[in-house]
């Protein structure tokens, strides 16, 4: 199973807090994650997690490229924090 999880302005675009997929065995990696994603959702989804700024994490450590993913892993997709 993958947890699948959106936060802040990425969640309302979406409608969407979180999901639970069952694995499979192509979802190797994240960027099969995100297709599968947009393939189900839909232009809107594709849209959204295209965005140059959208960030990713894996078990709650953010990441960039490609990583590979594993049954039981927890995904999230974030705009970045800004603060003051």
């Not at 599968?36 to 232009?43: D, H, I, N, T």
């Not at 700024?53 to 974030?78: H, I, K, T, W, Y």
Request: hydrophobic share 45%; proline share 5%.
């Amino acid at each position: 199973m993958l947890t699948v999880r959106f936060f802040a302005r990425l969640r309302e675009t979406l409608d969407c807090a979180a999901l639970q997929l069952p694995w499979q065995e192509d979802l190797t990696d994240l960027r099969a994650l995100e297709a599968l994603l947009c393939e189900r959702g839909g232009e809107t989804w594709r849209q959204a997690l295209a965005e140059d700024n959208v960030l990713r994490a894996v078990n709650q450590v953010v990441v960039n490229g490609n990583p590979s993913l594993r049954d039981g892993d927890e995904v999230a997709f974030f705009p970045p924090v800004t603060g003051g």
